[in-house]
């Protein structure tokens, strides 16, 4: 009774050392998922891809803005012979030598409303002609334009309504990014739980297996247990060892996994700490749908897709009539053998042009470029209206699915309580000689098997956390919007 009872003090010990060999403080989800978010590559690839769609952003607002551009040519410098037609009819190759530079100083603008351009130059020219030493200045003091296109499509107006939305996508994007961040480094994070859970469990039954196998060659000498069970405990011995390796390496794969994830350089081990409490909130799958076509890209994609489709159909259907442009110049102009004579009492300069090009006959190409514009607007709202439905279904669908886990959460972690301490009472009892070998392995197996479906209980549930949190860009834990200082 002696050597049992010494034999039980060394079985309490070495389970209190399996529990006590946490290196360094544990992290928490909450931890890795702000590691995450912080320095991964998937992170700092949403961020440049953010800062991106905000410049580009940018370049297209600056094309509505007033354009100062100065243009030129310094110098135009030219020797050669070139081909001159004489009065006779015969050609003659003249000597040429000669520089011809130009500057031309413009302000102009767009207007997105008729879809031309206005605006406003300043021209100077001069001609050297060497081969006669002869200068000569021609230039523009003043001048207004206008570049207009007539009952033709204008792409300008279509921009506008278009690339805010676009806009507008990327910034979800990005929020939506970095929440897939979170749910990648939950996903990461519980693989590697499970792994340290099945390190813990298979330690700790190596342990036991092993400190019973000693209790049982003790009884076995006294005649309360037969060699069969004996044999049966070392077996159990060696399939604690066999699992206790594989558990190793599941660990040191999974370590490998998360610590890339989260770009960790350092050979620290990682030890993760079990998720304790679980955000206590209701979600309504009203509000879900709601906040989801409100924040998500995806909801933004549907509108943008359908003013593409509907920008595309205009185009087919303007591009196909008459097109017609008007071009007009109003300003002043002048010459001279000096550039102060330029402008002096400079005289009146007029251009307007207007170029049409009218389709007569064209057998049906221009009808049926408009059909297949009209057939893949048609299409485009099939598949946006499609979409939607999908998105609502995943929305509710992710709903109800986080309700139910919350529940399986409570669950199996009663059951996982209820099985330890059957585990702990089929051990003592077998101790006592009260219990077979083959009932205190079904204690340790439905053990074991609670612990894991306990931990395997909350990854699913966490990861449904996460993956509502994307879906809607809402956090219902804190009734609030995601936005970019919560990622």
Same mark, same amino acid.
């Given at each position: 009774?002696?050597?049992?009872?010494?034999?039980?003090?060394?079985?309490?010990?070495?389970?209190?050392?399996?529990?006590?060999?946490?290196?360094?403080?544990?992290?928490?989800?909450?931890?890795?998922?702000?590691?995450?978010?912080?320095?991964?590559?998937?992170?700092?690839?949403?961020? !440049?891809?953010?800062?991106?769609?905000?410049?580009?952003?940018?370049?297209?607002?600056?094309?509505?803005?007033?354009?100062?551009?100065?243009?030129?040519?310094?110098?135009?410098?030219?020797?050669?012979?070139?081909?001159?037609?004489?009065?006779?009819?015969?050609?003659?190759?003249?000597?040429?030598?000669?520089?011809?530079?130009?500057?031309?100083?413009?302000?102009?603008?767009?207007?997105?409303?008729?879809?031309? !351009?206005?605006?406003?130059?300043?021209?100077?020219?001069?001609?050297?002609?060497?081969?006669?030493?002869?200068?000569?200045?021609?230039?523009?003091?003043?001048?207004?334009?206008?570049?207009?296109?007539?009952?033709?499509?204008?792409?300008?107006?279509?921009?506008?309504?278009?690339?805010?939305?676009?806009?507008?996508?990327?910034?979800?994007?990005?929020?939506?990014?970095?929440?897939?961040?979170?749910?990648?480094?939950?996903?990461?994070?519980?693989?590697?739980?499970?792994?340290?859970?099945?390190?813990?469990?298979?330690?700790?039954?190596?342990?036991?297996?092993?400190?019973?196998?000693?209790?049982?060659?003790?009884?076995?000498?006294?005649?309360?247990?037969?060699?069969?069970?004996?044999?049966?405990?070392?077996?159990?011995?060696?399939?604690?060892?066999?699992?206790?390796?594989?558990?190793?390496?599941?660990?040191?794969?999974?370590?490998?996994?998360?610590?890339?994830?989260?770009?960790?350089?350092?050979?620290?081990?990682?030890?993760?700490?079990?998720?304790?409490?679980?955000?206590?909130?209701?979600?309504?799958?009203?509000?879900?749908?709601?906040?989801?076509?409100?924040?998500?890209?995806?909801?933004?994609?549907?509108?943008?897709?359908?003013?593409?489709?509907?920008?595309?159909?205009?185009?087919?259907?303007?591009?196909?009539?008459?097109?017609?442009?008007?071009?007009?110049?109003?300003?002043?102009?002048?010459?001279?053998?000096?550039?102060?004579?330029?402008?002096?009492?400079?005289?009146?300069?007029?251009?307007?042009?207007?170029?049409?090009?009218?389709?007569?006959?064209?057998?049906?190409?221009?009808?049926?470029? !408009?059909?297949?514009?009209?057939?893949?607007?048609?299409?485009?709202?099939?598949?946006?209206?499609?979409?939607?439905?999908?998105?609502?279904?995943?929305?509710?669908?992710?709903?109800?699915?986080?309700?139910?886990?919350?529940?399986?959460?409570?669950?199996?972690?009663?059951?996982?309580?209820?099985?330890?301490?059957?585990?702990?009472?089929?051990?003592?009892?077998?101790?006592?000689?009260?219990?077979?070998?083959?009932?205190?392995?079904?204690?340790?197996?439905?053990?074991?098997?609670?612990?894991?479906?306990?931990?395997?209980?909350?990854?699913?549930?966490?990861?449904?956390?996460?993956?509502?949190?994307?879906?809607?860009?809402?956090?219902?834990?804190?009734?609030?919007?995601?936005?970019?200082?919560?990622?």
């Amino acid at each position: 009774m002696k050597t049992i009872l010494q034999v039980l003090g060394m079985l309490w010990i070495s389970t209190l050392l399996s529990y006590g060999q946490v290196p360094g403080q544990p992290l928490s989800l909450g931890e890795v998922v702000q590691l995450a978010r912080a320095q991964s590559l998937a992170a700092k690839q949403a961020a !440049t891809q953010k800062k991106t769609n905000y410049w580009q952003y940018r370049s297209f607002q600056a094309n509505f803005r007033p354009q100062l551009a100065l243009e030129g040519t310094l110098p135009g410098f030219t020797r050669s012979f070139i081909e001159v037609l004489q009065p006779d009819g015969t050609v003659a190759f003249q000597p040429v030598s000669n520089n011809n530079s130009l500057l031309n100083l413009s302000l102009s603008q767009q207007v997105s409303l008729t879809g031309g !351009t206005v605006f406003v130059q300043h021209q100077l020219q001069r001609f050297d002609d060497f081969a006669r030493n002869n200068t000569l200045y021609n230039g523009i003091p003043f001048a207004i334009g206008l570049e207009q296109p007539l009952f033709r499509f204008n792409p300008l107006r279509w921009s506008r309504k278009i690339e805010p939305l676009r806009y507008q996508e990327g910034n979800q994007e990005f929020l939506e990014t970095m929440e897939q961040v979170a749910v990648t480094a939950s996903e990461r994070y519980f693989e590697l739980l499970v792994a340290q859970v099945n390190l813990q469990i298979a330690q700790k039954n190596l342990s036991n297996n092993d400190t019973l196998y000693q209790i049982a060659r003790q009884k076995l000498e006294l005649g309360k247990v037969s060699q069969n069970d004996l044999l049966q405990l070392q077996m159990g011995v060696l399939t604690a060892r066999k699992d206790y390796a594989s558990a190793q390496q599941a660990a040191a794969v999974a370590t490998l996994k998360l610590k890339m994830y989260l770009s960790l350089r350092e050979e620290k081990e990682l030890v993760l700490e079990v998720p304790r409490e679980l955000p206590d909130f209701d979600v309504d799958p009203q509000r879900a749908l709601a906040e989801a076509f409100a924040n998500r890209s995806e909801a933004i994609a549907f509108e943008r897709r359908l003013l593409e489709g509907t920008r595309e159909m205009e185009r087919a259907r303007k591009e196909n009539g008459l097109n017609a442009s008007l071009n007009a110049t109003f300003g002043l102009s002048n010459r001279g053998a000096r550039p102060s004579d330029v402008y002096h009492r400079p005289q009146d300069r007029e251009f307007v042009e207007v170029r049409f090009a009218l389709p007569i006959l064209t057998w049906g190409r221009n009808r049926a470029r !408009t059909e297949v514009a009209r057939a893949e607007l048609e299409l485009t709202e099939q598949v946006v209206e499609q979409g939607r439905l999908t998105f609502e279904q995943e929305i509710f669908t992710q709903v109800t699915l986080l309700q139910m886990l919350q529940q399986q959460v409570k669950l199996t972690g009663l059951a996982d309580q209820i099985a330890a301490n059957r585990y702990q009472i089929a051990q003592d009892r077998f101790i006592l000689s009260n219990l077979s070998v083959t009932d205190l392995g079904i204690a340790m197996q439905e053990k074991d098997r609670a612990r894991r479906d306990y931990i395997l209980a909350l990854r699913d549930y966490w990861q449904a956390y996460y993956a509502l949190r994307l879906l809607t860009l809402y956090d219902f834990e804190k009734n609030q919007k995601i936005t970019a200082g919560d990622a």
